[in-house]
């Protein structure tokens, strides 16, 4: 079965940082770009990062100002996103999806993890 | 404030017929791929449509999808029940270097 799982997520703190991860079965994880995309409580969609299958190319949403960090390890089957100086406008379910890179849509999504920022 | 414009929300009655409007631009819409996702309230999207009008497996033909220009449509048809969800459209932005999504439109099965 095709399955993305996303954890990491939790309670934290203003300021704090956390690293969330994401772990692929089913597929041939290398040949797929991956994407974040996170959804703050009774908001909409907003995408946060992608990354090519290589890892070659990264992009981030412009709203992150170099906060976030998105990587993949590709022998472990697994996506990363390292999030530091957390604001509480980063509130949100983040989902891992997976997308074959060339735009034409995100089809497979992990089951989201929620990452509250509060003290 | 989305970069792509979706009404809010739409309504119909069970087996009636909803569309959903989906407006870029001509770096966005006018260039790349448009795909939908379905979202019930508490689980993952799922993609419905993908490459403009293209349904993955096991999504029924009752859903269809078209570009034109810089905007796209969703259709639904004989509307369901289980059709109450919220719909994205989503599409890479190529001056933005980043995806770019709908602000969501909640069906309504009156």
């Known amino acids: 079965e095709v399955q993305l799982v996303a954890s990491g997520g939790g309670l934290v703190k203003p300021g704090g940082s956390l690293r969330l991860s994401c772990a692929a079965s089913g597929f041939t994880f290398r040949t797929y770009s991956l994407n974040w995309v996170r959804q703050a409580p009774g908001k909409g969609l907003e995408w946060v990062s992608s990354i090519s299958s290589t890892g070659s190319y990264i992009y981030y949403a412009d709203s992150l100002k170099g906060r976030f960090t998105i990587s993949r390890d590709n022998a472990k089957n697994s996506l990363y996103l390292q999030m530091n100086s957390l604001r509480a406008e980063d509130t949100a379910v983040y989902y891992c999806?997976?997308?074959?890179?060339?735009?034409?849509?995100?089809?497979?999504w992990g089951q989201g993890t929620t990452v509250t920022v509060s003290s | 404030q989305s970069v792509l414009t979706q009404p809010p929300s739409v309504s119909a009655a069970p087996g009636q017929k909803v569309t959903i409007s989906c407006s870029g631009s001509?770096?966005?819409?006018?260039?790349?791929?448009v795909s939908w996702y379905q979202q019930v309230p508490g689980t993952a999207p799922k993609l419905l449509i993908y490459?403009?009008?293209k349904r993955p497996s096991g999504i029924p033909d009752r859903f269809s999808g078209s570009k034109s220009g810089t905007s796209a449509t969703l259709g639904i048809t004989g509307l369901q029940t289980g059709d109450e969800a919220d719909y994205y459209c989503?599409?890479?932005?190529?001056?933005?270097?980043?995806?770019?999504f709908g602000g969501g439109t909640k069906v309504t099965v009156l």
């Open positions: 490459e403009n009008g």
């Open positions: 999806a997976r997308d074959p890179g060339d735009g034409s849509g995100m089809d497979v």
């Open positions: 989503g599409t890479w932005d190529s001056s933005l270097s980043a995806w770019v």
């Open positions: 001509s770096s966005n819409i006018g260039k790349n791929y």
